[in-house]
């Protein structure tokens, strides 16, 4: 079993900057997919961004340029730095850890994160 343990989260002004943390309570990075996913008021939850154990990253299109996911694997976290926010990124964001062939999926508690216009 895997813990994940979101931080980062809070108030920002539209057009401002956050860093989310993902803390996992061992190094599974070699052999996971990493991920960050938002869910909105009312709405499912949908994929902001992944880094695979080989260092691939994807990005939401309406996310892209705007966000860089990343991992420091001496920490075993892994972050997502997110810039020029807007209010329609205002959302409870999880971090998840799929591991490669299904192998686990483990998900963090969540990190609110509220940008007002």
């Known amino acids: 079993q895997v813990q994940l343990v979101e931080s980062g989260g809070g108030s920002v002004q539209a057009g401002g900057s956050l860093r989310l943390s993902c803390a996992a309570s061992?190094?599974?990075?070699?052999?996971?997919?990493m991920g960050w996913y938002r869910q909105a008021p009312g709405k499912q939850r949908e994929l902001v961004a992944t880094i695979t154990d080989g260092g691939i990253t994807k990005y939401a299109d309406s996310v892209k340029g705007r966000t860089t996911i990343s991992r420091d694997s001496a920490k075993n976290t892994v972050y997502l730095q997110m810039n020029s926010l807007k209010s329609e990124d205002t959302a409870l964001y999880y971090c998840?850890?799929?591991?490669?062939?299904?192998?686990?999926?483990?998900w963090g508690q969540g990190t609110q994160v509220t940008v007002s216009s």
């Open positions: 061992r190094n599974i990075f070699s052999i996971s997919t």
């Open positions: 998840a850890a799929h591991g490669v062939l299904g192998m686990f999926d483990y």
